[in-house]
């Protein structure tokens, strides 16, 4: 029997009209006679956080009973179908951050993926200096030839006004991720302008706005090209094609449909194009793009802020009219109490359904979320409070079979976030000796 050696690039794009669209990985990518899981194409991995502001009432996330086949509280209740790959870990402590200095939290958010906020001289935070965060360190060890080292969204932001940050630098609210000491990496709030970063046409916002008008088809002129590449692939691989393209044109259906509607676009201050007026749809959407970054490997990191800390955001959507922040100070009266819950509750429902789309994607010997690690988490837990023990600490994926799932952990008495960190950091292979106030490798 003949067997070829030939097989497709893994870095294929697809072109046309400017236009340079990357491929989910494909068995003809593969060389013949050879299992996908022993290609490095197989091996690689993919790290997300996604972080939620406000706290999360902890008697209604965390487990009573620990170890396996614990019982899902109703909060974290959306991803129970996926139990095998969640790992959940209780009575850890986040940072304080710069609380003792009034920024309560902004220390929250600011220092969830670093374990150190905001870093002042002589209490003076008016300055941008953080640490690198985990995110970027991992990156630095898995994001390969990928066109995006790593992608930093979100769907809001809290503004440049003097005074509208409790007088701190707003970028300190507005992102996470920092790329190191003094290079902070604020979020996208704009799916228009991540999609343009994964699939080009860059430019300023008037030249997104001239832009809208023709783009609505801008996929179509590769439609020929996938054509004749569709006669070089097998059935399976003509399947995994179309669906991907498919993907591709609904978002950019959807962010065209939005940015004609709203009435964010941009005008003489340069204001971003696209922004979804529905919260709900930004969600969708924001998540939707992060699996298409997988998906088609154009970036292997991500790191979703899907609201500043103290947002003064309303889920009418889910019928609580009141913004999140006023109730998450529930007084512990039980309607308030479950209301915070709802909103949680919401919040998993939508990573859920990511999770559900990342599981429902194959890829090599399985899907997409055997190569991920996802850490889902808030950076205080009552929020009544401001409390920072016994904070939410949720992974999700098997991060290559490095990670195994149905498990909770009860960690030691407020044992710091940092060391998760650090045992993140070792899952996903970056070399790390510590990070913010760790004082060990936290063992997953």
Same mark, same amino acid.
């Given at each position: 029997?003949?067997?070829?050696?030939?097989?497709?690039?893994?870095? &294929?794009?697809?072109?046309?009209?400017?236009?340079?669209?990357?491929?989910?990985?494909?068995?003809?990518?593969?060389?013949?006679?050879?299992?996908?899981?022993?290609?490095?194409?197989?091996?690689?991995?993919?790290?997300?956080?996604?972080?939620?502001?406000?706290?999360?009432?902890?008697?209604?996330?965390?487990?009573?009973? %620990?170890?396996?086949? *614990?019982? *899902?509280?109703?909060?974290?209740?959306?991803?129970?179908?996926?139990?095998?790959? %969640? &790992?959940?870990?209780? @009575?850890?402590?986040?940072?304080?951050?710069?609380?003792?200095?009034?920024?309560?939290?902004?220390?929250?958010?600011?220092?969830?993926?670093?374990?150190?906020?905001?870093?002042?001289?002589?209490?003076?935070?008016?300055?941008?200096?953080?640490?690198?965060?985990?995110?970027?360190?991992?990156?630095?060890?898995?994001?390969?030839?990928?066109?995006?080292?790593?992608?930093?969204?979100?769907?809001?932001?809290?503004?440049?006004?003097?005074?509208?940050?409790?007088?701190?630098?707003?970028? *300190?609210?507005?992102?996470?991720?920092?790329?190191?000491?003094?290079?902070?990496?604020?979020?996208?709030?704009?799916?228009?302008?991540?999609?343009?970063?994964?699939?080009?046409?860059?430019?300023?916002?008037?030249?997104?706005?001239?832009?809208?008008? &023709?783009?609505?088809?801008?996929?179509?002129?590769?439609?020929?090209?996938?054509?004749?590449?569709?006669?070089?692939?097998?059935?399976? /691989?003509? +399947?995994?094609?179309?669906?991907?393209?498919?993907?591709?044109?609904?978002?950019?259906?959807?962010?065209?449909?939005?940015?004609?509607?709203?009435?964010?676009?941009?005008?003489?201050?340069?204001?971003?194009?696209?922004?979804?007026?529905?919260?709900?749809?930004?969600?969708?959407?924001?998540?939707?793009?992060?699996?298409? +970054?997988?998906?088609?490997?154009?970036?292997?990191?991500?790191?979703?802020?899907?609201?500043?800390?103290?947002?003064?955001?309303?889920?009418?959507?889910?019928?609580?009219?009141?913004?999140?922040?006023?109730?998450?100070?529930?007084?512990?009266?039980?309607?308030?109490?479950?209301?915070?819950?709802?909103?949680?509750?919401?919040?998993?429902?939508?990573?859920?359904?990511?999770? /559900?789309?990342?599981?429902?994607?194959?890829? +090599?010997?399985?899907?997409?979320?055997?190569?991920?690690?996802?850490?889902?988490?808030?950076?205080?837990?009552?929020?009544?409070?401001?409390?920072?023990?016994?904070?939410? +600490?949720?992974?999700?994926?098997?991060?290559?079979? @490095?990670?195994?799932?149905?498990?909770?952990?009860?960690?030691?008495?407020?044992?710091?976030?940092?060391?998760?960190?650090?045992?993140?950091?070792?899952?996903?292979?970056?070399?790390?000796?510590?990070?913010?106030?760790?004082?060990?490798?936290? %063992?997953?």
């Amino acid at each position: 029997m003949f067997i070829s050696k030939k097989h497709l690039s893994r870095r &294929t794009l697809l072109r046309g009209a400017g236009l340079a669209v990357s491929l989910p990985l494909l068995d003809a990518m593969v060389p013949a006679a050879t299992a996908q899981s022993q290609t490095a194409a197989g091996q690689r991995l993919r790290f997300g956080s996604v972080y939620v502001p406000n706290g999360i009432y902890p008697a209604d996330w965390h487990p009573e009973k %620990v170890g396996k086949d *614990f019982e *899902f509280k109703k909060v974290m209740k959306p991803v129970e179908k996926y139990r095998d790959y %969640v &790992t959940t870990i209780s @009575r850890m402590k986040s940072p304080e951050g710069a609380q003792d200095m009034g920024g309560i939290h902004m220390g929250a958010s600011s220092a969830f993926l670093n374990g150190a906020g905001p870093l002042s001289e002589n209490g003076n935070f008016n300055q941008l200096k953080s640490k690198k965060s985990l995110d970027q360190y991992i990156a630095d060890a898995i994001a390969g030839d990928t066109p995006l080292r790593s992608l930093e969204v979100g769907t809001e932001d809290m503004g440049t006004s003097a005074g509208a940050c409790d007088n701190y630098p707003c970028l *300190f609210f507005n992102t996470m991720a920092w790329y190191d000491d003094e290079s902070p990496l604020p979020v996208a709030i704009s799916p228009q302008v991540t999609f343009e970063r994964m699939f080009g046409d860059p430019g300023t916002a008037e030249q997104r706005l001239r832009r809208l008008a &023709t783009k609505q088809n801008m996929l179509d002129s590769i439609l020929d090209e996938s054509k004749r590449l569709e006669r070089m692939l097998g059935a399976g /691989d003509r +399947a995994l094609l179309d669906e991907y393209l498919t993907n591709i044109h609904r978002i950019d259906d959807q962010i065209q449909k939005l940015s004609t509607r709203s009435g964010v676009i941009a005008n003489t201050t340069g204001g971003p194009v696209g922004i979804p007026e529905d919260f709900d749809e930004h969600m969708t959407l924001t998540y939707d793009l992060m699996h298409l +970054a997988f998906q088609g490997d154009m970036t292997r990191v991500f790191s979703f802020m899907t609201g500043h800390e103290a947002t003064g955001r309303s889920y009418a959507h889910i019928g609580i009219n009141e913004p999140h922040h006023n109730v998450s100070h529930h007084k512990n009266t039980d309607e308030s109490i479950a209301k915070y819950s709802m909103i949680t509750n919401y919040q998993m429902q939508k990573f859920a359904q990511f999770v /559900d789309k990342l599981y429902n994607t194959p890829e +090599a010997d399985g899907n997409l979320l055997d190569s991920t690690l996802l850490y889902f988490g808030a950076g205080m837990s009552n929020g009544l409070l401001h409390d920072r023990h016994n904070v939410p +600490a949720l992974l999700v994926g098997a991060a290559g079979g @490095r990670l195994e799932g149905n498990r909770h952990i009860q960690a030691k008495e407020d044992e710091p976030t940092s060391n998760l960190l650090l045992g993140i950091a070792d899952i996903m292979g970056a070399e790390l000796d510590t990070i913010g106030i760790a004082t060990d490798h936290f %063992v997953l």
